[in-house]
C-alpha cells in the first residue's frame, strides 16, 4: 500500500478551503445585479386559500415583483414529482396529489409555499411579504400518524379520500401465518420510530440566473444530485430543456439525504430569473428548514416475531403506517416500502416474512429519505423484536441473535433481497470483546451502589446499499437508472481529471476518489483532481445518496481507467516497439517484459496526443475515457454495535458510558474518512434516540421549528467512540466496497433503546427517549415500584 | 444611512449600513468576507463565530453598529500567508470536519477557549466548552481530539521548555 492509494489514511485535500473560510457554498455565491427571494409561508397546516391579493406589496421600496401559484399555472411550469411508482397490494397505482411549487387554489402544510416577493434586498422582500393579504378557510388538520386513514373531514388530496397514498405489502402471507400457527413463542411490540427534521448545518439555497444572449439558465443549488434537479427540471418541472439548463451544486454543506430532492424554492428562483430579467437568491433561515426540508422516518409499527421451541426464529410479520406528509416529495415513496420491507430480515435467517405498509397523507412537512432512509426503521423494528425475544426467552442477546444469523451464502430472503457476504459472528465477537461484555455485570453492579441503572443494548444491522442495479430498481418502480457515470481526463502533461456524478457534500470524494487513481495509476495524488457538482462539466450522474459512492461511484472511475490503461498501453508499446501484449504495466511505468525498456505515465500521455509514433488512422490519439457503471446487486454493510448506558433514575438523564461499533464495509479506501462517517452516523442516531422529536400540535403547527426546540446532539452528548471493522469482501464491484455513510444511523437506535430497557427492567419507553420520559419510565418500572 | 468602523483581519473598514445589519451580513455581503457562516440565526449552532476586541462572539445576534470601534477576526484572517494557524492545522490532522461549514466557527470557538482555559485541555472540558457550537457530521469524536491538538500546539515555541519543566 502507498501513501495515498488505496487503504491509507491520506489526510483529506478539500480541507485546506473550508479551514481557512474558502469553501464556496451557495450562500457564497453573488451573481451580478442579483434580486433575493422571500417566500411567504402558509401560517395553517390546511386551508383553501380563497384570494391572495399582493398589491400592496408590489409598491412597497425595492420589490421587483410578487408571483403566486397563478403565476406558475399561466407560465404552464409543471408540478414537483415523485420519481417512485409504488403499487398497491390491489395493484392500483399510488395516489399522487398536485405538488405546485407555489400554492395553487389550497394549502397543505404550515410552511407550504403561498407567494414569493422578489426585491433588490432580502430584508425589502420579507418586509413586503407581510403586505400580502391571503384570505383562507381554514380546514380541519390531519396530523397524526396512525389515524390519517381514519381522520374524516376533508382529506388531503382529492385523490385519496381517506388520505391513504397506497397499501404495500412484501413477503410470502400463507407461510409466514403457518409459522405464527406452528411458533412455541411470539414476541409482539408496538413502536414508534419518532419523525426527524435533517438539519444539515448548511440551510437549502438557490440562485437563479438566466442569460438573455443565449435563452440558457444556471440554477446554483445545495444538491446531492445536481444531474437529477437538472432532469427533473427539465423533463418534467418545464424550466428549460437540459441543454438549456446548467445546475451547479458547488461545495455542500451536508445532506444526509435531504437535498437529493426537488423543491419549491429553488424551482421559483430559476424560473423566475428570467420572469425578472435578474439572478434571483433566496437562502433558508434555519426555521424555514425546520418547515420545509423533507423531514425523516414517522412510522407507527406493530410487529411479531415467531420462535421456535429451539429459539430459532421462524416468522416475522410487520404491519406500519408511514406518514409522508402533505405532498410525495421525489423519492418519498421508495422509503417506507423497496429501502424498509426488504432490510427486516435483518442479519437473519427467518424462512417466512411478511410486511404491510399504509402510507398515508398528512399535514405535514413532506417526508422523504434522510440518512439511512428505510433501513433505521426496519433494524429498529428487526433488533427491538430479537432483544425483547431474548429476554422473554430468557436468553443472551448476543447468543440469541448468533443462533439465529445467516451464515451460509448467498442467501436469499423472503423479502426480495439476496446476501452476497458476510460474517456476522465476527463483527459480534469482535463487538463482544471490545466492550468487555463479561465485565458488564461487574459494572452495572458498581453502577447500582452508586444509585444508578446500568443497561447494555445491542444492534446487529444490516443495510442494503447502492440503490442499484438499475434494471432491478426499475423493477421495483424507480423512474430512473441507478448506476453512475466518470470520465478519466488525462493531460498531455500526465495530470488527470476525473469528472465523476457522485457529489461530495462532506464524504470527502476528492480525496478517496484521487486514492484510487494515484494507486492505479502510480502517479502522485497532487496530480489527480476530481471534478464534480457541475452539470456542464460533468455530462450526467446519479448523485449521492444511499452509501452509494464508493461502490457505485468509483467503481465508474475503476471502469474508465481500465480503458485509458487499455488505450495507453497500445501508445506504449508503439512507443517502446514493443507487441502490446509484451507490455507490463506497474507503479506508474510501462515496460516491455523481460527488457530494460520503459516509458512512465506521463511521457505515454503526451506520445497519446502528439500522436507522432502511432498511425492516428488507426489508434485514435489523445487520452480520455468515460464509462457508465451499472453494478450486478445491491451491497450488504453490516455490523454489530453495542451501547451501554448509565441512567440516573433521580434526573431521568442517560448518560453513554462505552460505544462499540464493528462495522464490515468490505474494502476501505480510506479509513480516516471512513471512521469518521461512522462517527457521524452514531451521533445522528443517538440523536434520534435520546434527543430528536419532531412535534406537530393537533392543529398541525411545528412546534420544534428552532434549536431552541428540536435538541440537536452537542458533544458533551457522547463518549469517545470505539471504532472498529471486520472485512468480507464485496462481490459486485470491482474494489470490493460496501459503503459506510449510514451505518451509524441505521444501527444506533435500536442499540441505545435496547441499553435503556435494559437498565430499566422493561420496555416501555418510545424514542426520543428525554429525561422526562426516562425518569417517568422508571416510575413504571416494578421493582421500582415496589420500593417508593 | 448611520457609518460603522471597525478592524477587520487587521485592515481598517469603514461603510454605511442599514441600522438592521447584523455583523454576519455586514462580513459576509459588505466585505465578502464568506468563511463566516449562517447556520441558525438564533445563537445556537456557533457556525458564525468571529473574535471581537479578542472574545468569540455569534455573529448572527450582533448588529455591525453594536462592534463599531472594535477589532475583528474572522476565520479568513487566521492564517499567516501560507502558513496555518496551530487549530486549523489540527482540525485538518485530526480530520475535525466533513462539510466543513461548521468548520470556521468551531475553529474561531476553539481559539477562544484556549485563550480561556489554557493549552492542556480535558476532554470533559473540550466536550463542555463546545456547547454553543453543532457539528451535524462528524459526532464531535475528531473534533475534540483536533481542539486538543491544537490547543498543544498553540503553545508559543518559546514556551515549550517552561512547560517541559513543569
Not at chain 1, 488527470?496 to 464524504?507: A, D, F, M, P
Amino acid at each position: 500500500m502507498s501513501a495515498t492509494g488505496i487503504g491509507a489514511p491520506v489526510l483529506r485535500r478539500e480541507d485546506k478551503r473550508y479551514i481557512t473560510g474558502k469553501g464556496q457554498y451557495v450562500d457564497d455565491v453573488n451573481r451580478y445585479g442579483q434580486a433575493h427571494a422571500f417566500f411567504l409561508r402558509s401560517p395553517h397546516a390546511h386551508a383553501r386559500i380563497l384570494s391572495i391579493d399582493t398589491a400592496e406589496a408590489e409598491a412597497e421600496p425595492g420589490v421587483v415583483a410578487v408571483y403566486t401559484g397563478q403565476h406558475l399555472a399561466d407560465d404552464k411550469v409543471g408540478g414537483l414529482i415523485c420519481g417512485w411508482m409504488i403499487h398497491s397490494k390491489d395493484g392500483s397505482p399510488m395516489k399522487a396529489g398536485p405538488h405546485p411549487a407555489l400554492a395553487q387554489g389550497k394549502v397543505r402544510y404550515v410552511g407550504d409555499h403561498v407567494a414569493v416577493v422578489i426585491a433588490d434586498t432580502y430584508s425589502e422582500a420579507k418586509d413586503a411579504a407581510e403586505k400580502i393579504v391571503v384570505d383562507y378557510e381554514v380546514l380541519d388538520a390531519v396530523v397524526d400518524t396512525a389515524g390519517a386513514r381514519t381522520a374524516g373531514g376533508e382529506p388531503v388530496h382529492e385523490v385519496a379520500p381517506d388520505n391513504t397514498v397506497f397499501e404495500f405489502h412484501l413477503g410470502n402471507r400463507e407461510p409466514t401465518e403457518a409459522a405464527f400457527a406452528r411458533a412455541a413463542h411470539v414476541t409482539k411490540i408496538d413502536l414508534v420510530n419518532n419523525r426527524l427534521i435533517p438539519n444539515a448545518m448548511e440551510p437549502r439555497a438557490a440562485v437563479g440566473d438566466w442569460d438573455a444572449g443565449t435563452d440558457t439558465f444556471t440554477l446554483y443549488t445545495t444538491s446531492q444530485n445536481p444531474h437529477v434537479a437538472r432532469l427533473v427540471l427539465s423533463a418534467f418541472i418545464g424550466i428549460a430543456p437540459e441543454h438549456k439548463l446548467r445546475v451547479i451544486a458547488p461545495d455542500v454543506g451536508g445532506g444526509f439525504g435531504s437535498k437529493i430532492f426537488i423543491y419549491a424554492e429553488e424551482t421559483v428562483c430559476v424560473w423566475a430569473a428570467k420572469k425578472v430579467g435578474r439572478p434571483v437568491k433566496w437562502c433558508a433561515e434555519r426555521t424555514e428548514a425546520f418547515l420545509s426540508d423533507a423531514h425523516g422516518r414517522d412510522h407507527v409499527t406493530h410487529a411479531e416475531l415467531a420462535t421456535d421451541a429451539g429459539g430459532r426464529v421462524i416468522g416475522l410479520k410487520v404491519h406500519t403506517v408511514a406518514n409522508l406528509g402533505a405532498y410525495l416529495s421525489t423519492f418519498s415513496s421508495s422509503v417506507p416500502t423497496y429501502l424498509y420491507a426488504p432490510l427486516l430480515s435483518g442479519q437473519y435467517d427467518i424462512p417466512a416474512i411478511y410486511v404491510e405498509v399504509d402510507a398515508v397523507y398528512s399535514n405535514t412537512a413532506p417526508v422523504d429519505a434522510y440518512r439511512g432512509a428505510g433501513r433505521p426503521e426496519a433494524t429498529f423494528v428487526i433488533e427491538r423484536l430479537m432483544e425483547v425475544a431474548a429476554r422473554e426467552l430468557g436468553k443472551d442477546p448476543a447468543e440469541f441473535r448468533r443462533q439465529n444469523f445467516v451464515t451460509s451464502f448467498p442467501h436469499q430472503t423472503p423479502v426480495i433481497m439476496c446476501y452476497d457476504v458476510g460474517d456476522y459472528a465476527a463483527s459480534l465477537d469482535k463487538a463482544l470483546a471490545t466492550v468487555d461484555y463479561v465485565g458488564f455485570p461487574a459494572r452495572r453492579a458498581e453502577s447500582e451502589r452508586r444509585g444508578m441503572l446500568r443497561g447494555l443494548g445491542f444492534s446487529a444491522y444490516i443495510e442494503a446499499c447502492g440503490i442499484a442495479p438499475s434494471a432491478a430498481v426499475g423493477s421495483l418502480g424507480a423512474g430512473v437508472g441507478l448506476w453512475e457515470s466518470a470520465e478519466v481526463r488525462v493531460n498531455p502533461v500526465g495530470t488527470v481529471e476525473v469528472l465523476t456524478g457522485s457529489h461530495s457534500h462532506g464524504q470527502g470524494h476528492e480525496t478517496t476518489f484521487a486514492q484510487l487513481v494515484s494507486d492505479r495509476l502510480g502517479i502522485p495524488i497532487d496530480n489527480v483532481s476530481i471534478v464534480h457538482g457541475d452539470t456542464d462539466k460533468v455530462q450526467m450522474g446519479m448523485g449521492t445518496y444511499g452509501s452509494r459512492s464508493g461502490a457505485v461511484g468509483m467503481s465508474a472511475i475503476v471502469k474508465a481507467l481500465d480503458k485509458i490503461e487499455t488505450k495507453a498501453r497500445k501508445v506504449a508499446g508503439h512507443v517502446l516497439e514493443a507487441a502490446e501484449g509484451d507490455i507490463e504495466f506497474k507503479d506508474g511505468k510501462f515496460t516491455v517484459k523481460g527488457t530494460d525498456k520503459s516509458i512512465d505515465f506521463a511521457s505515454v500521455a503526451l506520445q497519446a496526443y502528439v500522436a507522432h509514433k502511432f498511425n492516428g488512422q488507426e489508434l485514435e490519439p489523445g487520452l480520455k475515457e468515460g464509462a457508465f457503471y451499472d453494478p450486478t446487486n445491491f451491497t450488504f454493510p453490516s455490523g454489530v454495535h453495542i451501547c451501554e448506558v448509565e441512567i440516573d433514575p433521580d434526573t431521568g438523564v442517560t448518560r453513554i458510558e462505552r460505544w462499540v461499533a464493528v462495522d464490515d464495509f468490505g474494502v476501505l479506501i480510506n479509513p480516516m474518512i471512513v471512521e469518521g462517517q461512522v462517527h457521524g452516523g452514531i451521533a445522528q442516531g443517538v440523536g434520534q434516540a435520546l434527543f430528536e422529536g419532531t412535534v406537530y400540535d393537533s392543529s398541525g403547527q411545528l412546534l420544534t421549528a428552532s434549536y431552541m426546540d428540536y435538541q440537536m446532539p452537542r458533544a458533551y452528548d457522547f463518549p469517545r467512540f470505539s471504532v472498529e471493522t471486520t472485512e468480507t469482501r464485496c462481490p459486485s464491484n470491482p474494489l470490493g466496497i460496501k459503503g459506510c455513510g449510514e451505518a451509524g444511523a441505521i444501527a444506533a437506535p435500536p442499540a441505545v433503546i435496547n441499553a435503556i430497557t435494559d437498565a430499566l427492567g422493561h420496555e416501555d419507553i418510545a424514542m426520543p427517549a428525554t429525561p422526562r420520559a426516562v425518569w417517568r419510565a422508571i416510575r413504571r418500572t416494578p421493582q421500582k415500584m415496589a420500593a417508593e | 444611512m448611520p457609518t460603522v468602523s471597525m478592524t477587520v483581519n487587521g485592515k481598517t473598514v469603514r461603510r454605511d449600513v442599514d441600522p438592521r445589519t447584523l455583523l454576519v451580513n455586514f462580513l459576509r455581503n459588505d466585505l465578502r468576507l464568506t468563511g463566516t457562516h449562517v447556520g441558525c440565526d438564533t445563537s445556537q449552532c456557533g457556525a458564525c463565530v468571529v473574535h471581537a476586541d479578542g472574545r468569540a462572539i455569534k455573529s448572527c445576534t450582533s448588529l455591525a453598529l453594536s462592534c463599531d470601534g472594535m477589532a475583528v477576526t474572522t476565520i479568513e484572517g487566521l492564517a499567516t500567508g501560507a502558513d496555518l494557524h496551530p487549530m486549523q492545522e489540527a482540525f485538518r490532522q485530526h480530520h475535525g470536519l466533513q462539510c466543513g461549514y461548521c468548520t470556521p466557527g468551531m475553529i474561531m470557538t476553539a481559539i477562544d477557549l484556549v485563550a480561556r482555559k489554557g493549552h492542556h485541555l480535558d476532554e470533559h472540558t473540550i466536550r463542555e466548552e463546545l456547547e454553543g457550537n453543532i457539528c451535524r457530521c462528524t459526532g464531535y469524536h475528531n473534533i475534540v481530539k483536533a481542539v486538543a491538538a491544537g490547543a498543544e500546539a498553540m503553545k508559543a515555541p518559546a514556551e515549550v521548555p517552561a512547560m517541559a519543566a513543569e
